[in-house]
């Protein structure tokens, strides 16, 4: 179960918190009254209605200690431990009851507090014993009990003369508005924390979603390799074929070259697929220089891309850091260098930066921009604002390839016009030897 498995933060742990608090509203409560019916004269016994509260002091420490123990050694809150301490609640609310009137005392009502916390925290078990034995000593200070006579207090009203308030009844009113108070501020945060429970379930369920995208791509990407295998092999060998035939005129053979370069492309891709396919980043365990990375990818895309102006501005640092090699990571730059290239057929900007920690892409084409629609649902699987020509997975795919890094991708319109893309990607999980 949660409660039992090692972590820093779990519900039982929680749940502890909230008791301590409880208690503590408790303690000062319990203590407020007998120090005002002591004031009024009224005979209490006050030692052992004092060692009661001590108790649950006690019981306040050991939790305490155990929650701020268990924090530093990352030990788990065990639900046994937090019965434990309903058990001692309820052994102290007992003694508290049995020389203050026992079934007669106004605050016997505390005996819901522990079976609240245990209903609403702890296994099924666990919660009946905690109601079995608050039932058991409610009905036992039925027939022994210390018994508290009910006098009265007198209260002055206006200067003129007094009246008589019955001990009991007070009581009930100061219960009311302490048990009022607790509903008000547990009761609201346990509806947070179901709110909160609400929207991670939400969160999960997202991913989940997003999972079997990934998935489905996965098997459609590996089902188009499995099937461009056979024209492309055929294309590669026609074109060979025309570059022997047409090898004595040079303007079509610099077109058959551009052919062969576009179908070794195609097929490298379709390689890449294959070869990548199940293979973890332990895996690919070869590095390079920040700098070499991105300019490998630059000039596989110039090479599909020539006729487009690419502008490179890249750090001149000396720093430049080792970070391993993803084909997921190149893809992805290329996926946005196409999209504007798509744009901007003329020109396109590319600006590289890095630090120690993070590494900023960033990407300006001269385009119409993004409309607000566009904006919108940019990012949105098989969404594509270009009509017909795109399938509308470049930027989702990005997005999620960044996210597996903790990676940030943002589209903006540029103020002089065009689209301008950044490319926030932390280097911690990218560095060889991390």
């Keep these: 179960m949660l409660a039992n498995q090692p972590s820093r933060f779990n519900a039982t742990r929680l749940n502890m918190q909230r008791l301590i608090m409880l208690r503590s509203v408790v303690m000062v409560c319990l203590s407020l009254v007998i120090f005002i019916l002591r004031q009024a004269s009224v005979p209490l016994p006050l030692l052992p209605l004092s060692l009661a509260i001590v108790a649950l002091g006690v019981l306040n420490l050991i939790a305490w200690w155990r929650l701020n123990h268990t924090q530093q050694t990352n030990q788990a809150i065990t639900q046994r431990e937090l019965l434990l301490q309903l058990l001692g609640d309820i052994a102290a609310l007992s003694v508290l009851f049995y020389f203050s009137g026992g079934y007669s005392n106004p605050f016997i009502w505390m005996y819901l507090l522990p079976i609240t916390v245990a209903a609403v925290a702890l296994r099924a078990a666990y919660a009946w014993l905690i109601a079995s034995l608050s039932i058991t000593c409610y009905t036992l200070l039925m027939f022994y009990h210390v018994p508290l006579s009910h006098l009265h207090l007198h209260a002055r009203m206006d200067g003129q003369g007094s009246v008589q308030l019955d001990i009991h009844l007070v009581g ?61 092999a055929t294309m590669a ?68 891309r020539p006729a487009t102006e690419l502008i490179v501005n890249m750090a001149s640092t000396g720093f430049d850091p080792i970070i391993l090699i993803d084909r997921t990571l190149t893809q992805a730059i290329l996926n946005l260098l196409d999209n504007a290239a798509d744009e901007s057929a003329e020109r396109i900007i590319f600006e590289a930066d890095w630090t120690e920690k993070i590494l900023i892409i960033q990407i300006r084409d001269f385009g119409r921009g993004l409309s607000a629609e566009t904006k919108r649902q940019l990012g949105t699987p098989f969404f594509t604002s270009k009509n017909e020509e795109g399938m509308g997975l470049g930027v989702y795919l990005t997005q999620t390839t960044l996210a597996r890094y903790d990676g940030e991708l943002s589209l903006n319109n540029h103020a002089e016009g065009g689209v301008l893309t950044i490319v926030k990607l932390p280097l911690e999980k990218l560095k060889v030897g991390l």
């Excluded at 369920?205 to 990934?214: D, H, I, N, P």
């Excluded at 077109?255 to 576009?262: V, Y």
Aim: hydrophobic share 45%.
């Design 172 to 232: 009930m009113w100061i219960g009311f508005v302490v048990s009022s108070i607790i509903v008000a501020i547990f009761i609201a945060r346990i509806g947070q924390n179901l709110r909160d429970y609400d929207k991670a379930i939400g969160a999960v369920r997202e991913k989940a979603l997003e999972s079997e995208r990934m998935l489905a791509l996965g098997a459609l990407a590996t089902s188009a390799a499995h099937e461009l295998g056979t024209p492309l």
């Design 237 to 304: 060998v026609v074109s060979k074929e025309l570059s022997q035939e047409y090898a004595n005129q040079p303007a079509l053979l610099k077109q058959i070259e551009i052919l062969q370069k576009q179908v070794s492309r195609c097929k490298e891709i379709l390689s890449s697929i294959t070869r990548s396919a199940g293979q973890t980043r332990v895996d690919a365990v070869q590095g390079l220089p920040i700098s070499e990375f991105i300019l490998e990818a630059i000039q596989r895309w110039r090479d599909t």
